[in-house]
């Protein structure tokens, strides 16, 4: 029977990704992914030579319900996000429910996730993380959704791009000054650095650098060391 296999792949170091995941996208006959220069990288690291189709943000229905056609048909798939576990702040949920609608059975093939990653790194003893993804660009959007998961009460993870992440910590600032907040930066990467303390410390760290690079992975806690 043909399937749909969600396949996690590494956040940075290829070195992460599993054996079975390995074996999976060799075995399968072709590759959904969102960007197929990103993704033919890790394929030609292993060797495995493999048609890769793109579906991304912008991807219309009609593109999850052709490549869901050919699963039906026979031909077993699998979908692979840029970086980490699929479905987590990417498109492919779409893909997934054309795939499960023309019935054909999904099936995970679990790994890397820069959620798991930053939560292991933290040390955090709280019983709930609640994880956000990226927020809108659009500043009002965004500190609107800070109010909203501060209310909580809970701790939460965002991710961030290295464009918007002091804009980012300046609304925590404002919104939650004594917030403990611990960032995981290039996670996996020769470049990876963890950060801790309040949102008004981290930032001023981050300014104070000629440029701030790389990929954030965020976790806001409780008004105690996270």
């Known amino acids: ?17 599993t054996l079975r995941a390995l074996e999976t996208l060799r075995e ?12 033919r990288k890790l394929l030609v690291h292993y060797g495995i030579d493999k048609r890769v189709v793109s579906f991304h943000a912008n991807s219309k229905p009609a593109a999850a319900d052709a490549i869901a056609g050919r699963i039906a048909d026979g031909e077993s798939a699998a979908y692979v996000s840029d970086a980490g576990t699929p479905l987590l702040s990417d498109p492919g949920a779409a893909l997934v429910r054309a795939v499960r609608a023309a019935g054909v059975p999904i099936v995970p093939i679990p790994g890397p996730s820069s959620f798991a990653a930053v939560v292991s790194a933290a040390g955090w003893d709280g019983s709930t993380i609640m994880f956000e993804g990226f927020l809108s660009p659009k500043q009002g959007r965004r500190r609107k959704r800070l109010a909203e998961l501060l209310a909580r009460d809970e701790a939460f993870v965002l991710l961030e791009s290295p464009f ?8 925590l600032s404002d ?10 930066r290039e996670m996996t990467k020769a470049h990876e650095e963890f950060l801790v303390g309040t949102p008004s410390e981290i930032a001023d760290n981050l300014s104070e ?6 990929e954030f992975t965020v976790l806001v806690g409780h008004r105690k060391k996270v």
């Open 209 to 214: 650098r000629p440029a701030v690079k790389g």
């Open 164 to 171: 918007r992440i002091i804009k980012t910590l300046h609304d």
């Open 175 to 184: 919104l939650a000054p004594d917030h403990q907040v611990f960032i995981g």
């Open 28 to 39: 399968v006959g072709f590759i959904v992914c969102e960007d197929t220069r990103h993704t």
């Open 1 to 17: 029977m043909s399937r749909l296999f969600v396949v996690a792949t590494p956040i940075g170091n290829l070195s992460d990704i």
